[in-house]
């Protein structure tokens, strides 16, 4: 990754070779106070912060800095950064689960940092070894792996951030960036969720368009849904289902991919989910659902609670009218959304047109289908079961 | 605009009554020591800073703090805040000028001010009194005036700044704030465009669609730009020209409205621009060019050089391929962008579907109806020509 480089400097031209991100250069400075444990029955999803944070900074010279595990503290930025004027933001969301013998695990990492990287080329940072960056991660989840609660359904959650840094106002790429790990002790991410959440169907309000950046894990994906989401929750739904085009298509639930599983003509069930056309972000759950839902139909695992159950796999456009046509038949068994915060997380209600679709409610929140997943994912997360290399001991 | 509210704090119902922004407060700390002011010739746009800043902080229980003018200096921030994360990060752009007798003037900075409330609106960020920060910027643009470089066509840009500062990762609209107003001396923002600036039309990458934020002045609508602009600058075009929708509509040019003048059957000349329909900025430059072109036509005022001279105004929707049909037939008389930190820039060159549409060239840059303009608004803004309320000193 060591790139020469030839920049104008005064109207000199000066060679260099800005550093890469180097795992081994990594300084660590411990807290000398440590923060009490919070009770895992209190938590509020990303509210709590752990004892340190790791942090890197890059500049087209130099290349980027020595990593540093420190006490966690404030950033303190240029007020012209293109992180506050342009929005050249990206993150990550990943957990670390506490495994058999207490070790932390981490869940397809490797998925994160793959994605991680095509979101930093999106918005044109600096780009970095994201295998460093994983290295680098899992020593801070070493250093706080008392933070992850030794409860059921709880974990650490690990949100690996890069910000771009450039200070000047001229609208252009940022070529400082600064790369910052944090992590946040969770419980179950919704909670009291029995009935299911409750959906409203949104189209006026767009949150991602083909050409758009709905595809890349962007922190500017975000804001644009916090307006439409107040408008939501103050008609009394839980999140929006994001609709685009003229048929309405289902995009994402709030920050969630989308799953629905309906009767199938031949008894078995038919599991839907929109396709990545760039207007959905490429979640790693969705991702596992649907090849646990292949490694099921293909006999090479039984999904718990659903043996004998046949699954067949549609990763096709799903409209509104098709949903309600199908809602109207009785023919959908179960709604949810997917995603690292939540897992699996039952849909309740949706509201379109101005009526509310009911869907089946089960006890405990979510169907059988649902709770196969919701089984099989975590027990993979925690290594109680195996999965491919799913499941990623920090050693 | 003080609001009494009701929050809970550890379950118990807390009534309080958050501080309105409130100019009055304002606490002033000049510099100790103040730079050297750059020579006008080599100043590039947004890069200097002058020697304060303007600082506000909101939070939910106290309110806007008491605002502080200080030495320009770094922001401190949890790195959980909302601005890294999730991007509800407003601007403006706005510009000083020196009038006749030195005393620094602003543009229609209540237009801005109202875009700017729009903006935070449209970000669920806390709203506050426009009418307050207007008053704290003129206080510090009278602090800052030497930083306004004493040459024709210079000015003092000035970027105030709203960002969110909740600390917490669920996603939800930040119920804190910071405003920060910070300052930068400037010359013209292309130099050199004796040809006009040349503009590759894109519409693989689309920066706004309908129902989304282009309408609004959001940092968040200029990150997803900088990547098609690093391979717009590869193949050797200044800027982008963002098309939209199957017929590859004209929206933007890279951050500058459009128009285009175009010889009329009536021996005048069409003057068209595309309509404010959510996909485009509503310039304030834009909307001043339109004014002043519709005072011409009325006979109110004479733009300079355009004696005679007969604008119709059309505000409608253009298609490159009706560009590249007016450009075949040779009616295309000027084609330029118009924006606060450009003011009038010429169009020299439209890449499209792999031709180049070469369009007229004149001397100096600017051809006569963008000049008239170019006159006209400069005219305005340095308090040489009065027009409606457009010019405000700051007293």
Redesign the interface.
């Known amino acids: 990754m060591a790139i020469e480089t030839t920049t104008t400097i005064n109207g000199s031209a000066v060679t260099h070779t800005p550093a890469p991100l180097d795992a081994s250069k990594l300084v660590i400075t411990l807290a000398t106070e440590l923060k009490p444990l919070p009770k895992p029955e209190s938590l509020?999803?990303?509210?709590e912060?752990t004892d340190h944070?790791l942090v890197v900074h890059y500049d087209p010279i130099e290349g980027w800095s020595a990593p540093e595990i420190k006490p966690?503290g404030?950033?303190?930025?240029?007020?012209?950064s293109?992180?506050?004027?342009?929005?050249?933001?990206v993150?990550e969301g990943m957990k670390a689960y506490a495994g058999p013998s207490g070790e932390p695990r981490l869940f397809r990492p490797k998925d994160n940092m793959a994605r991680l990287s095509r979101s930093v080329?999106?918005?044109?940072l600096p780009p970095f070894d994201m295998e460093q960056l994983l290295i680098l991660i899992q020593r801070l989840i070493k250093i706080e792996s008392r933070w992850i609660p030794d409860v059921p359904g709880h974990s650490l959650?690990i949100?690996p951030?890069v910000?771009?840094t450039r200070a000047?106002?001229?609208?252009?790429?940022?070529d400082s960036a600064c790369i910052?790990v944090?992590m946040?002790p969770c419980g179950p991410y919704f909670r009291g969720v029995a009935k299911g959440i409750s959906l409203l169907g949104v189209?006026?309000?767009?949150r991602a368009?083909?050409?758009?950046?709905g595809g890349h894990k962007?922190?500017?994906n975000?804001?644009?849904?916090?307006?439409p989401?107040?408008v939501a929750a103050k008609q009394g739904y839980d999140q929006i289902l994001w609709l685009l085009g003229d048929e309405d298509r289902v995009t994402e639930v709030?920050?969630m991919n989308f799953f629905m599983a309906v009767k199938a003509d031949d008894g078995g069930v038919d599991l839907i989910t929109p396709p990545l056309d760039g207007t959905i972000l490429p979640g790693i759950t969705r991702a596992s659902t649907l090849t646990l839902a292949r490694a099921h139909t293909s006999g090479q695992i039984v999904l718990p609670g659903l043996s004998g159950v046949k699954l067949h796999i549609h990763e096709r456009a799903l409209a509104m009218a098709e949903i309600a046509a199908l809602s109207d038949a009785g023919r959908i068994l179960e709604a949810f959304g997917v995603g690292t915060a939540v897992i699996v997380a039952p849909v309740g209600k949706i509201g379109w047109k101005g009526r509310d679709l009911q869907l089946p409610v089960h006890t405990g929140g979510l169907g059988p289908i649902g709770k196969g997943f919701w089984d099989m994912l975590t027990a993979v997360q925690t290594g109680r079961t195996e999965f491919e290399d799913w499941s990623v001991p920090c050693l």
Do not use: H, K
């Open positions: 509020v999803f990303g509210v912060q944070m966690y404030p950033l303190s930025l240029d007020p012209m293109s992180c506050f004027q342009y929005c050249p933001n993150f080329e999106r918005v044109a959650y949100r951030t910000i771009g000047a106002l001229g609208v252009a790429a940022s910052y944090i946040s189209s006026e309000s767009v368009w083909p050409g758009g950046t962007l922190g500017l975000y804001a644009p849904g916090f307006l989401q107040r709030g920050a």
